[in-house]
């Protein structure tokens, strides 16, 4: 801890190869929709939120889409409590993008990934170097990526009603 100009304890801070970087504590949640959302893995946004929320408190949870998302799907993530953001290019581009930038910002001690690709493993890598904690979180036994599961500090694998 840093002490203030008084001498009192401050908030705990974190140095990553550069400037001291606050972080607010809780959860991050980045859902990749397109992969997770797919009809053999019967995903529960409910319990995606959930298994997340396990790790502790939200600062965030926020659903990729892209712009062929049927109005239903939107509506019932966001009144499940998700944010939902839509884009017209790679899902995958954007959800990148926000998660590195929000590890870099030191807006949450934990960021948690729902998605089966691999693509999310330099995310997760760069999260690690800033001193976030990560955590993987796959549809299904059959949709884990190995490589992601292995790149984050914990991993929660979605099993019908179970969380493994």
Excluded: C, W
Aim: aromatic fraction near 4%; charge should be negative; avoid cysteine.
């Amino acid at each position: 801890m840093d002490a203030d100009a008084d001498g009192d304890a401050g908030p705990s801070t974190t140095t990553v190869g550069g400037p001291h970087v606050e972080r607010t504590p809780g959860v991050a949640l980045f859902v990749d929709g397109p992969n997770v959302l797919r009809e053999e893995f019967d995903v529960d946004l409910d319990d995606v939120r959930a298994a997340a929320a396990a790790e502790g408190a939200l600062v965030t949870a926020r659903l990729y889409l892209d712009e062929h998302a049927t109005p239903g799907l939107i509506q019932a993530a966001e009144a499940r409590g998700y944010e939902v953001v839509i884009t017209s290019g790679d899902v995958d581009v954007k959800l990148a993008v926000d998660a590195t930038r929000f590890a870099a910002e030191g807006r949450m001690t934990t960021l948690a990934i729902a998605s089966r690709d691999t693509d999310f493993k330099p995310v997760v890598e760069t999260a690690n170097g800033y001193g976030v904690r990560t955590v993987a979180i796959a549809p299904g036994e059959f949709g884990r990526s190995d490589a992601l599961r292995n790149a984050a500090t914990d991993s929660i694998t979605l099993d019908g009603d179970l969380v493994e």
